[in-house]
């Protein structure tokens, strides 16, 4: 074996006896994927996995349902996450005395989700399968990079393991002391998003969004996407639901904490109307991300949708014996098939209206639209449209039943006829929340109508 090769080191990590505190975890730690001691392209670090377990054993120390351990799994990695920037003995996880630190920072980049049904991030640190709590203890796997040692093994490996055991040290100190009052709300606010999500459908409802939400986010190099972005700092409006939607009253499950806010009915169509640049698109992916389960400071931990949430958009794509006949009754040139099984290059509304069937057809509890990324010409007609395509506005006016038992929440701010159709209408101004009555909507449109006419005329 090349004596420069970095298994000694992994056989070092192993052989760390641990103390009182925390242990090698080794029932998870798989060569290569949990843990491994590899050097950098550069030769300039060495780059390591460790996992261990932490002996404190929280389903006994908090005695609630063991679904809302990952909440505090979450919050003791935060916490590790904010001083490993002044603790020297926690360096490794940034990087810290290598010649490019920056590349090891995202294990160090804060994380406000602590559950989710996606593959979110998976880059960073968070509670997740390899980062969890059980009878045994707390089991997180350490990543991180310290500088290439000068010399080669056997030598090299007496401060390697002295880093990597002042580490382990550091990491259990701070998992091992936060006191159970700081930790149990993180359980129970975990506990109360999955619970909450369970009970919806018996209350009738597919989404939850609780006065004081937060949807607003900011992007960071590594929290690219909306689900994992961070809450938008400066300017954040709190919803709250206005009084014309029937706010509803909930209590939740595990704090039984009484909350209001706005409840997104099963079946029903939902609009969120209003100018440009007033939130609608930001309401739509906080009832998206309701899915996950975020932590405390999110802003997102009172909006809890159920799972399976489908969404539908102008993209374009090859499709392959697609079902299109809730729109088109014929297909366009160019396209092969039937209307109920289409191959070929669908333009954006072809497949939009492919993923919109689809949904339906997969009963799909709620359906997601949002004007600026759909297709005009299948949410409402023009006068050059053809009567081989049945827009969606007409469809939810004279056949609501195609959309089963799919409720649909759509944006839009041109789509009036569209707007029109909707059970509820709530208007964004400003990102607060007013609403408008159906009839008195109905009676605006026809109003600007009438008068469009008259000008064209």
Same mark, same amino acid.
């Not at 939130?279 to 159920?306: C, P, Y």
């Not at 409720?407 to 006829?417: G, H, R, S, Y």
């Given at each position: 074996?090349?004596?420069?090769? &970095? ?32 050097? @950098?392209?550069?030769? +300039? ?64 980049? &804060? ?135 029937? &706010? ?76 299109? @006949? ?5 297909? &366009? ?24 069937? +689809?949904?339906?057809?997969? +009963? ?74 159906? +009839? ?18």
């Amino acid at each position: 074996m090349d004596k420069s090769s &970095p298994d000694p080191f992994i056989a070092a990590l192993l052989s760390l006896s641990g103390n009182n505190r925390w242990t090698i975890d080794t029932v998870r730690a798989v060569p290569g994927v949990t843990l491994y001691a590899v050097r @950098s392209f550069d030769s +300039d670090a060495l780059r390591f996995s460790l996992p261990i377990v932490i002996r404190r054993p929280l389903p006994r120390e908090i005695p609630l349902d063991p679904r809302g351990a990952n909440g505090t799994v979450a919050f003791i990695i935060e916490r590790i996450k904010q001083r490993a920037a002044a603790d020297p003995a926690l360096g490794p996880l940034c990087g810290r005395g290598t010649r490019f630190p920056q590349r090891y920072v995202s294990t160090i980049e &804060p994380y406000t989700l602590t559950a989710s049904p996606a593959a979110l991030a998976t880059d960073l640190w968070h509670a997740d399968t390899r980062n969890f709590a059980d009878e045994a203890g707390i089991h997180l796997v350490l990543c991180g990079a310290v500088p290439y040692p000068d010399e080669l093994p056997p030598r090299a490996i007496g401060p390697f393991c002295e880093q990597a055991a002042a580490l382990c040290d550091a990491v259990a100190g701070i998992a091992c002391t936060l006191p159970t009052r700081v930790l149990e709300p993180a359980w129970t606010a975990s506990l109360d998003q999955q619970l909450l999500r369970e009970s919806l459908p018996s209350l009738g409802l597919v989404a939850f969004i609780g006065d004081g939400a937060r949807p607003a986010r900011q992007c960071t190099q590594y929290r690219s996407y909306f689900r994992t972005a961070g809450p938008k700092s400066g300017v954040n409006i709190p919803f709250a639901c206005p009084k014309e939607l029937g &706010p509803v009253e909930i209590e939740l499950p595990a704090s039984h904490t009484v909350v209001t806010g706005l409840g997104i009915k099963q079946r029903e169509v939902f609009a969120v109307a209003g100018s440009n640049a007033q939130g609608k698109t930001t309401f739509l992916e906080g009832i998206v991300a309701g899915q996950d389960d975020h932590a405390a400071g999110d802003g997102r931990e009172l909006m809890v949708t159920v799972r399976g949430v489908r969404g539908a958009e102008a993209t374009g794509c090859e499709l392959a014996g697609a079902d299109v @006949s809730m729109f088109f009754s014929a297909l &366009p040139p160019g396209m092969e098939g039937t209307v109920r099984a289409a191959y070929g290059a669908g333009s954006g509304s072809m497949t939009m209206a492919a993923e919109i069937q +689809d949904a339906v057809a997969r +009963d799909a509890p709620l359906l997601i639209i949002d004007e600026d990324r759909a297709a005009a010409n299948l949410l409402a007609r023009s006068c050059l449209q053809g009567n081989e395509v049945t827009p969606l506005a007409e469809i939810l006016a004279s056949n609501r039943g195609k959309l089963q038992t799919t409720a649909l929440v759509f944006a839009a701010c041109a789509m009036d006829t569209l707007i029109a159709q909707a059970d509820r209408i709530m208007v964004l101004e400003r990102h607060a929340a007013t609403a408008i009555d159906r +009839d008195a909507f109905r009676r605006r449109v026809v109003a600007s109508l009438e008068k469009t006419a008259a000008d064209l005329a």
